[in-house]
């Protein structure tokens, strides 16, 4: 397990470098970020492609991040990943954003340059291949429902399934202030997609999701030790595609109970490589870091 970084190491080479043969230059930023397996996937491939740079994680609180960025750019820093609760924040924080970027409403992966920041999305791209390779099917092959669609990553994945031209789209959240807007802006983007908005105490939720074909969770329900599933008990069943964005656990409540239902599973692990290889290639093009970071990953199961 790569070590821990705080908000406060950002302020010196000396408290990022000390005992380490190649300076940190790559990070992930969250809060929590303990658990992240991005440093054991990044490094091995620029140790592989020689590379002179560590890529370390860094827990920074909310509200905070620009001011993190500051840090790393003037640290020399070529670039970073976000992860939750930060990629609203991230957004907010660039100078130039990638149009898909914009598209998908959030930042995960930031390119410091001589001009500013600049901001681009992996998630949505990344989410694409996941599926893809994990059910053998393409993304617009399935009627989706997404739980936590107002998070990030939920809006990320959301933005991508509406620009992929899925059939149906449930948008599912604790709160419906952030899906209105949400919605409207899926409708203009995908208008073959007939977009539904629901909250978890609805009792529609589970006829939706016994009309979808792939149910996403995308909350951070399941992450933390005591967790449930985010879905009420009902809603799962055979022949059902259940995709959780959490890698770490491996199988969490919900995909334990997605199993029992006779369910077909995947977690997080996927997203987070083809995300990955694409952040890497934002940072240093032309180059194919993903035998190096699969085989990483493989190896860390």
């Known amino acids: 397990m790569s070590p821990l970084y705080t908000f406060d190491d950002l302020l010196s080479r000396e ?14 930023i969250g809060h929590p970020v303990a658990h992240s397996s991005s440093p054991g996937m990044h490094q091995p491939a620029l140790d592989a492609l020689g590379i002179d740079a560590r890529y370390i994680k860094v827990d920074v609180p909310p509200g905070h991040v620009a001011e993190a960025f500051s ?9 970073c990943n976000v992860t939750v609760p930060h990629k609203f924040e991230a957004l907010a924080a660039c100078d130039h954003i990638h149009p898909e970027a914009r598209s998908l409403g959030a930042v995960n992966t930031i390119r410091f340059e001589s001009d500013g920041l600049h901001g681009f999305n992996t998630d949505g791209p990344g ?21 936590g669609a107002g998070g990030g990553a939920g809006q990320a994945i959301a933005t991508q399934c509406a620009l992929q031209g899925v059939p149906s789209l449930v948008l599912v959240n604790r709160t419906l202030e ?12 995908g208008p073959v997609t007939v977009v539904t908005v629901l909250s978890f105490d609805d009792p529609e939720l589970k006829a939706s999701c016994e009309r979808c074909d792939l149910v996403v969770n995308t909350t951070s329900v399941g992450l933390k030790r005591g967790d449930g599933s985010p879905l009420p008990d009902g809603c799962l ?18 995909l334990a109970a997605a199993n029992l239902a006779g369910s077909r599973t995947s977690n997080g692990l996927s997203l987070l490589l083809h995300q990955g290889v694409l ?3 934002h940072w240093f093009p032309q180059t194919d870091p993903l035998p190096f970071m699969r085989a990483a990953l493989l190896h860390s199961v």
Do not use: W
């Open 71 to 79: 840090r790393m750019k003037a640290l020399g820093f070529i670039g």
């Open 15 to 28: 408290l990022l470098d000390a005992g380490h043969g190649k300076p940190a230059r790559l990070a992930v």
């Open 127 to 147: 989410f694409v291949r996941a599926i893809s390779d994990d059910f053998e099917l393409p993304l617009s092959a399935f009627n989706v429902l997404i739980a």
């Open 237 to 254: 069943r055979s022949g059902l595609c259940v995709y959780d964005t959490i890698y770490r656990p491996a199988v969490t409540p919900l």
């Open 178 to 189: 952030k899906l209105g807007p949400l919605a409207e802006r899926l409708r203009a983007l």
């Open 279 to 281: 952040a890497f290639q």
